[in-house]
């Protein structure tokens, strides 16, 4: 597991969420993370061992791969619920810091989506957990200066303590969404790199990508 020292905010932040993972059944299982990259190789095993954690829309590629709902949705504040309207999650992380009453207001208001327990994260604390992991070096790096929900789930797992972190559907050749036919080029490649260059050498973190393994140097999962 990877460790950096904590500030007296990110001790009470992981004691809540680790509480929170823990009531939905999530803290002690291996997690399978789901990307968006398109064709993502999910072999029946890992679907069968980790529980499986969608990144922003990556739930309808899932869906019309007939893989059911997920068991934790990773998703951003902005992000469209035109694309996928009628989600279905066991639980949702959504990284969003308007009040709780705000949130499941927008929520109701997706009527077709189907939606577990919430689980929020303020923006601010889910960088300060990234940098905690990566180092503040990504500040500089690429347009954004920070990873994609993708990479943060991975970073929030690892900083919670989840056994295992297989990453699915990410990659950094393969253009487009796995959930759409708009070959929309990839954001955040630079900071994406250097957060998984910093987080390889963690003994739960894997992929099941083997162009991502040969690339970075990633742990391939095996059964």
């Given at each position: 597991m990877t460790h950096f020292p904590l500030t007296p905010r990110l001790v009470q932040l992981r004691e809540t969420h680790r509480a929170a993972m823990d009531r939905l059944g999530l803290l002690q299982r291996p997690w399978v993370i789901l990307g968006g990259a398109p064709e993502p190789t999910m072999p029946a095993a890992l679907l069968a061992s980790h529980a499986r954690v969608d990144v922003n829309n990556a739930g309808l590629a899932a869906k019309q791969r007939g893989w059911g709902p997920a068991d934790l949705t990773v998703r951003r504040p902005v992000e469209s619920w035109t694309v996928f309207p009628d989600?279905?999650?066991?639980?949702?992380?959504?990284?969003?810091?308007?009040?709780?009453?705000?949130?499941?207001?927008?929520?109701?208001?997706?009527?077709?989506?189907?939606?577990?327990?919430?689980?929020?994260?303020d923006p601010d604390d889910r960088e300060a957990i990234n940098q905690g992991l990566i180092g503040p070096e990504i500040l500089a790096i690429g347009e954004l200066g920070k990873p994609s929900t993708g990479i943060a789930a991975l970073c929030y797992g690892l900083f919670l303590g989840v056994p295992e972190?297989?990453?699915?559907?990410?990659?950094?050749?393969?253009?487009?969404?796995?959930?759409?036919?708009?070959a929309r080029p990839r954001l955040q490649v630079a900071e994406d790199r250097l957060a998984l260059e910093r987080l390889r050498s963690d003994r739960g973190v894997a992929t099941s990508e083997p162009e991502l393994a040969e690339d970075l140097g990633l742990r391939l999962w095996r059964p």
């Open positions: 989600l279905e999650t066991k639980a949702l992380l959504w990284y969003n810091a308007r009040p709780r009453w705000r949130q499941r207001w927008k929520l109701m208001r997706q009527r077709q989506a189907k939606i577990g327990a919430l689980v929020s994260l972190i297989v990453l699915s559907g990410f990659s950094f050749t393969r253009a487009g969404h796995s959930y759409d036919t708009l």
